[in-house]
């Protein structure tokens, strides 16, 4: 059984910034990737940024230069701080891991989802 749990989300002011945070926890073995998607109401879930365990990094171009992505591998846990927000940004922010569990078994999971306002 592996999970994630988010945190993070909440109000904030066009402009103003949030960290979000997402922990696995459970049978792991290793993780390959850990990442954040947003969904806008009306839209599809689209990725924001995604950090492999290697490092390597991948951004949103709505994000580049406002959204930092980091990860500490120990604590299985990925970071997403959000800077300069806009209006557009409001979405529920997802919580993406691909990894292998202790069955060596790879999947994707998924978090619950953070809700992300942004307002004028």
Do not use: H
């Not at 940024?49 to 500490?72: E, H, L, M, Q, W």
């Amino acid at each position: 059984q592996v999970q994630l749990v988010e945190s993070g989300g909440g109000l904030v002011q066009a402009g103003g910034s949030l960290r979000l945070s997402c922990a696995a926890s459970g049978s792991i073995f290793s993780i390959k990737q850990m990442g954040w998607y947003c969904q806008a109401p009306g839209k599809q879930r689209e990725l924001v940024a995604a950090i492999t365990n290697g490092g390597s990094i991948n951004y949103a171009d709505s994000v580049k230069g406002r959204f930092t992505i980091s990860r500490d591998n120990a604590k299985n846990t990925v970071y997403l701080q959000m800077n300069s927000l806009k209006l557009e940004d409001t979405a529920v922010y997802y919580c993406n891991a691909d990894l292998v569990d202790n069955r060596r078994y790879r999947n994707d999971y998924w978090g619950q989802g953070t809700q992300v306002t942004v307002s004028s």
